[in-house]
């Protein structure tokens, strides 16, 4: 539907078990991330991020409440038109990076183009070009095993944008990215999220990236508890301050 934001959740709730070791992941989650919007989600271990990412994602499905993507209601979409519009629309970086080891990296990138569909040959040259946006043109070849924990992710990264994702969600995209690579990826997920009618959200605990943010949310307990905007200015992105000052809910 036009005017809808790219991102929005209602009341999206979700727990793991059942009885006394039942969980409440996400206690009620409202959240709308516009056009355009680099979003970040902070918090401590365990307080929800990746499972609301997942969720957004379509990785894991919500008890209550709705998400909306590109105005699209997924959960009344068939099942196979909703793989379809995840295949097309999203873009996931994981926090384990989830490389297939028994494919080389080009592969690795090479793979959601070949689910969507595309033949191998430019599938394969799309991908070489996506390595190439991280740095990594000179490792293609090469098993996912056999490169470092910040290469790995790199591939990750490119393996996550290869098909130009208007949802983009990454789950700590710099954990193990020195300062110079992180601000290389984050300059290429802003310039990924900034284009009309798309948006990013980026779990991270890597203060050094705060500054690229649009809005960061805190969440506690499956809850977010605290929402910041601030001016993204790409003349002090990678060395803004860490902490901005946060307004309550
Ligand atoms: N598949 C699962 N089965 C059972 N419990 C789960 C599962 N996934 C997550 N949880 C629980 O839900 C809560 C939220 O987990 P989640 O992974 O979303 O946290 P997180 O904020 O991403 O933490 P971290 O910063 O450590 O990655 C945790 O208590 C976790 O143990
Ligand atoms: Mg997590």
New binding site residues.
């Given amino acids: 539907m036009a005017g809808d934001a790219p991102i929005s959740l209602r009341g999206v709730t979700r727990t793991?078990?059942s009885g006394s070791a039942a969980?409440q992941?996400l206690r009620g989650i409202n959240l709308e991330v516009p056009d355009g919007e680099l979003f970040m989600l902070v918090?401590p271990?365990?307080?929800?991020?990746?499972?609301?990412i997942s969720i957004v994602a379509g990785i894991l499905r919500q008890d209550a409440g709705s998400v909306r993507l590109l105005g699209e209601d997924l959960a009344r979409l068939p099942g196979r038109l909703q793989a379809d519009f995840r295949a097309r629309n999203v873009g996931f970086v994981f926090?384990q990076f989830n490389l297939v080891p028994t494919l080389t990296v080009q592969e690795n990138v090479a793979l959601p183009l070949q689910i969507a569909g595309w033949r191998r040959r430019r599938a394969m040259d799309r991908a070489a070009a996506t390595l190439a946006l991280v740095g990594l043109e000179a490792r293609l070849d090469a098993p996912p095993d056999s490169l470092s924990g910040g290469q790995q992710q790199r591939v990750a990264i490119a393996r996550a944008i290869v098909h130009d994702p208007r949802i983009l969600v990454c789950d700590e995209p710099t954990s193990a990215l020195d300062r110079e690579k992180g601000r290389q990826v984050m300059d290429l997920l802003r310039a990924i999220a900034i284009r009309p009618g798309r948006a990013l959200i980026v779990?991270t605990h890597d203060t050094r990236v705060f500054g690229y943010s649009d809005r960061i949310a805190t969440?506690q307990d499956g809850h977010i508890v605290r929402l910041v905007r601030r001016r993204f200015d790409p003349a002090t992105a990678a060395t803004a301050e860490p902490a901005p000052a946060t307004v309550p809910l």
């Fill in positions: 793991f078990g969980v992941a918090g271990s365990g307080c929800g991020k990746t499972t609301l926090q779990v969440m």
